[in-house]
């Protein structure tokens, strides 16, 4: 069995005492970043991503920390979501839907282990898809020319803007942004400048961590200062905690519709977590025979986003791996962490180091393990971090931002155009204009240009070439549907607006 | 309105960098596509949802009030003076400040904000120059 050995050696991998001990360490620091109001998943792996390069850990050890923050963040998500009402990324909103009216009836224990639970069940799950599914897509990865990179990339754009978003225009401006940015620098087909105004300092290009960093965490920070009251936001006080036994065993089912729904909408390139979450509490909502417990503290409600996330951020682990698109934010800012240590995700990283990809899966499956023992016997200790004043929390973070970026590139105009991006992140905010495609236009943009060039290059500029394969027909009519299908859509799945309190 | 004012001001970028293309270099034997295409074809895109952006317009959001934005200016101010005094005062002093800074803007308590300056300064520059082995000064080099 191919399975077998591979997870053999993804074992031996994973529990060597540093590699294990990172994932430990990539939990606790995930579920506390996930915990904090307004830090979540995407800007908590941005934040530490530079650091984790000074620890001059191997690719693997590099992959598996952050990997193991990404999911603790996704985990820790639901904690200020139910007793704060707060959640700290998209993906946790839905789960504040219910869970925080539970926790207002003084069942705010009852809510968090079950969510817990919830998490667990979709995250191993996920992760277990991710072993059968992720070797099988990565063969068929291997029929991939430039030309169904290029529609793979535009399909990915297109689900982004079409099902994960709003607005498509504003989506589609934002995708448009990132690969403008993206064109800054020397052009790597021709080695001449595009765009750099003559300065010396944007030759190499936009470092994409500089602007994940600034759009994400400096952006935060920013919206905070503006809606400032927060800090006064005491929410629920969590009493003591028990196992609501007869809940889990009652959502069994909805735990599961959860993880399927949600493992589906994360392999979808560009759809993600937020849009697992929502489609698991619709259709559990609208298969449900009584809908007026909704919103109102019912342990479906709480049990299908947690598993449809937790599903979701494993299913989007398959095409980030597999063909090199994420299909989330905090996907993009993993596929960051691999582009900048030389990793190129794709079939070649199943067949050539087969220990990064196995020792990446192992380690998972220990990481949620740990996640649970965490977050269901522990999770007095990390509802105790929702107690740090802000007053500290956001120059801490400012601080570590800073000194990451720094810490990579030793460069001022670095840290100059990291504030700009912050501001840039701030104002689109505003705007509704999200930030994901712009994140993952910068990181495409290369990729996508490349393959456009080479697909020309080898048909000598037929332009029917882009449509001459099956894979690529494919592609293209996937990545139109995923566009238009929601303008028709729009009455059934409207994006659920942000809580108010 | 804001809509269609970004929407404006994103058509004239898109119309910028679609002109700005016209004007890179080419190289002697280019590839069939060349380098121009790929951001033409951008500015194209963006432009057009640009226009859409100006037809059909969100709802006003919330912007913030002009004390608001005295303080998002203020924090973009302290960002700034942070990198700059970086260089000028080390890493200890540079930071001792600016978090001092945005501390007092969130919670204007001047005892509070600069203990926790100096606390989370020293308590990171210890993180990161020695366990995180960074190199950071904590003194300005002259």
Redesign the interface.
Do not use: E, N
């Given at each position: 069995m191919d399975l077998l050995s591979n997870l053999a050696l993804g074992f031996s991998v994973a529990l060597t005492p540093t590699t294990f001990m990172l994932a430990i360490a990539g939990c606790i620091l995930g579920t506390i970043i996930g915990a904090l109001p307004g830090l979540g998943p995407s800007n908590g792996v941005a934040i530490l991503i530079p650091l984790s390069f000074s620890f001059n850990l191997d690719a693997t050890q590099a992959l598996v920390l952050m990997t193991a923050v990404y999911y603790g963040a996704m985990y820790g998500g639901r904690i200020s979501s139910i007793l704060l009402n707060i959640p700290g990324d998209e993906p946790a909103m839905m789960t504040t839907l219910d869970g925080y009216p539970l926790a207002k009836k003084g069942r705010a224990g009852d809510a968090l282990v079950l969510s817990g639970v919830a998490s667990f069940v979709g995250a191993l799950l996920a992760t277990v898809g991710l072993m059968l599914l992720g070797p099988l897509l990565a063969r068929v990865a291997f029929f991939f020319g430039p030309a169904e990179y290029f529609a793979l990339y535009l399909l990915a754009f297109c689900m982004l803007g079409g099902l994960g978003s709003r607005n498509q225009a504003k989506a589609a401006v934002a995708v448009c942004l990132g690969l403008g940015i993206a064109m800054v620098g020397v052009d790597s087909s021709t080695g001449l400048p595009r765009y750099t105004g003559g300065s010396l300092h944007l030759y190499d290009g936009i470092d994409f961590l500089v602007a994940i960093v600034g759009l994400f965490a400096v952006a935060e920070v920013f919206v905070f200062m503006e809606t400032h009251g927060r800090d006064s936001a005491i929410g629920v006080t969590l009493k003591k905690v028990t196992i609501p036994v007869r809940d889990i065993f009652y959502t069994r089912w909805t735990m599961l519709r959860g993880t399927g729904i949600g493992f589906i909408a994360g392999l979808l390139p560009g759809a993600g977590a937020s849009l697992g979450s929502f489609l698991a509490y619709s259709l559990e909502k609208s298969t449900a025979k009584d809908k007026t417990t909704f919103g109102q503290g019912d342990v479906r409600g709480i049990a299908a986003p947690e598993a449809g996330n937790n599903a979701a951020a494993g299913g989007a682990l398959v095409p980030m791996l597999t063909l090199g698109v994420p299909g989330s934010g905090t996907t993009a800012v993993l596929l960051a962490l691999l582009m900048t240590l030389n990793i190129t995700p794709g079939p070649l990283l199943f067949s050539e180091r087969p220990e990064v990809v196995w020792g990446l899966i192992a380690s998972l499956l220990i990481a949620n393990v740990v996640l649970l023992i965490l977050n269901v016997p522990l999770v007095r200790v990390f509802s105790r971090i929702l107690q740090v004043p802000p007053s500290i929390l956001l120059p801490g973070v400012m601080m570590v931002s800073f000194v990451g970026i720094y810490s990579l590139s030793g460069s001022h105009f670095d840290l100059l155009l990291m504030i700009g991006f912050g501001i840039l992140g701030y104002v689109l905010r505003k705007l509704g204009i999200p930030a994901v495609p712009v994140i993952l236009g910068i990181l495409l943009g290369g990729h996508m240009e490349v393959s456009l060039r080479r697909a020309m290059v080898l048909s000598d500029g037929d332009w029917t070439y882009l449509f001459s394969t099956p894979i690529a027909v494919g592609l293209w009519i996937a990545a139109i549907i995923g566009f238009i299908a929601p303008f028709f859509l729009r009455a059934y799945l409207t994006l659920p607006k942000p809580p108010k309190d | 309105m804001?809509?269609r004012i970004?929407g404006t001001a994103?058509v004239g970028l898109?119309l910028a960098?679609f002109i700005?293309a016209g004007q890179?270099?080419?190289?002697f034997f280019?590839?069939?596509?060349g380098?121009k295409a790929?951001?033409r074809l951008?500015?194209v895109?963006?432009g057009?949802?640009?226009l859409?952006?100006i037809l059909?317009p969100?709802g006003e959001?919330?912007?913030?009030r002009l004390a608001?934005v005295g303080?998002?200016a203020a924090?973009?101010g302290t960002?700034?003076f942070?990198?700059?005094a970086?260089?000028w005062l080390g890493f200890v002093a540079a930071?001792a400040l600016?978090?001092?800074a945005?501390?007092y803007?969130?919670?204007p308590?001047i005892k509070?904000?600069a203990l926790?300056?100096i606390g989370?300064?020293v308590g990171?520059f210890v993180v990161?120059k020695y366990l995180?082995?960074?190199?950071?000064s904590a003194l300005p080099r002259w």
């Open positions: - | 804001s809509d970004a994103l898109a960098f700005g890179l270099d080419v190289p280019p590839d069939p596509l380098s790929f951001p951008i500015a895109v963006g057009l949802a640009g859409a952006m059909r969100d959001p919330s912007w913030p608001d303080r998002l924090l973009a960002l700034v942070y990198v700059y970086l260089g930071t600016a978090s001092g945005m501390s803007q969130i919670k308590d509070k904000a926790i300056g989370l300064s990171l990161f995180l082995g960074l190199g950071l």
